[in-house]
Structures are given as structure tokens and as C-alpha cells.
Nanobody, 127 residues
Framework: QVQFVESGGGLVQPGGSLTLSCEVSGSSGDYYAIGWFRQAPGKEREGVYCITSDGSTYYRDSVRGRFTISRDNAKNTVTLQMNGLKPEDTAVYYC?????????????????????WGKGTLVTVSS
């Protein structure tokens, strides 16, 4: 059974920074993709930033230049560095994995096609 240990959420003022970390255990660790999606109250889930085992990435336009992702394949961890946070970034952030591409592009997978995910960590951006 795959387990996720997510950390790093919290309350931050606009313009501030947070680092989300996720450690995945309970499987072989040979994931095609790992990353983060988020869901704000009353809104649909949206992919934020995902990375494949060979380092290819997808991110949504709204986080360009502000968020970065890193992955440690040996440790099965993924980190999302979030800078310049905005109130519209407020959401529950979920760490998630996808075992194979299944022929889908990474953007589609990050937004709609992750296999399993953790319980999420809340990020609140407010003054």
C-alpha cells in the first residue's frame, strides 16, 4: 500500500514562501510521474507541478517563475518550492504519483490522471 508523508503547509502572507515536501513509501518507487495537484474550496482540482523520472516537468501557467519542483528518485521524495505566493494559491495541496504514462501527456496526467495521492496539506495565503 502506497503511503505519502506530506509536510510544509501553513499560513503565509502574500509574497511569502513555503516549501512542500513529500515522501512516498510502500511501493517499488518506480513512478512515471510524481508531483502536486491542488484543490481550493468550491473549485475543481488542478495540477500544479509534476515531474517524470527522467526530469521532464509540467507546471500550470499561473505558477511560472514562482514555483519549482525537485525529485530525489533514490529517496522517493518530491519537493515543491513556492515563492511569491498569492491569495489565489490558497488550497489543499496533494502529493500524488502515476505509475505509467499510459500514452497520456504529462499535463493531462498532472491535472487529471494521477493514480494515488496523500491526504493533502493546507496552504493559506492571507494577510
Amino acid at each position: 500500500q502506497v503511503q505519502f508523508v506530506e509536510s510544509g503547509g501553513g499560513l503565509v502572507q502574500p509574497g511569502g514562501s513555503l516549501t512542500l515536501s513529500c515522501e512516498v513509501s510502500g511501493s517499488s518507487g518506480d513512478y512515471y510521474a510524481i508531483g502536486w495537484f491542488r484543490q481550493a474550496p468550491g473549485k475543481e482540482r488542478e495540477g500544479v507541478y509534476c515531474i517524470t523520472s527522467d526530469g521532464s516537468t509540467y507546471y500550470r501557467d499561473s505558477v511560472r517563475g514562482r514555483f519549482t519542483i525537485s525529485r530525489d528518485n533514490a529517496k522517493n521524495t518530491v519537493t515543491l518550492q513556492m515563492n511569491g505566493l498569492k491569495p489565489e494559491d490558497t488550497a489543499v495541496y496533494y502529493c500524488a504519483t502515476r505509475s505509467t504514462s499510459g500514452g497520456y501527456g504529462l499535463g493531462y496526467i498532472c491535472n487529471y490522471g494521477m493514480d494515488v495521492w496523500g491526504k493533502g496539506t493546507l496552504v493559506t495565503v492571507s494577510s
